[in-house]
């Protein structure tokens, strides 16, 4: 089992930054790729930001150039860098985790950001 605990996210301005972390817990020698995604009301929960144990990355398209994520193994923590916020961005943030020889997902409970002026 991993546990997962999010922490960050809240109001901001349009053009502005947020930092989100997500910090890891339990059986997390058998995390492989963890990741942001997000989900607004009516919509599937999207693919924000993933990050491998070695540190390879991959951004939706939509995010790209503004967002930024980051591990660090020895802490068992993940952080997204979220710069120049726009409201399409408004979601509630889930931090996720693969594990174990079937990569089975874990999930955090959702901290929500709002862009708005």
């Known amino acids: 089992q991993v546990q997962l605990r999010e922490s960050g996210g809240g109001l901001v301005q349009p053009g502005g930054s947020l930092r989100l972390s997500c910090a890891s817990f339990?059986?997390?020698?058998?995390?492989?790729?963890m990741g942001w995604y997000r989900q607004t009301p009516g919509r599937q929960r999207e693919l924000v930001a993933v990050?491998?144990?070695?540190?390879?990355?991959n951004y939706a398209d939509s995010v790209k150039g503004r967002f930024t994520i980051s591990r660090d193994n020895a802490k068992n923590t993940v952080t997204l860098q979220m710069n120049s916020l726009k409201p399409e961005d408004t979601a509630v943030y889930y931090c996720?985790?693969?594990?174990?020889?079937?990569?089975?997902?874990?999930w955090g409970q959702g901290t929500q950001i709002t862009v708005s002026s």
């Open positions: 990050i491998s144990r070695t540190g390879s990355t």
């Open positions: 339990g059986y997390i020698f058998t995390i492989s790729n």
């Open positions: 996720n985790a693969e594990a174990g020889k079937n990569n089975q997902d874990y």
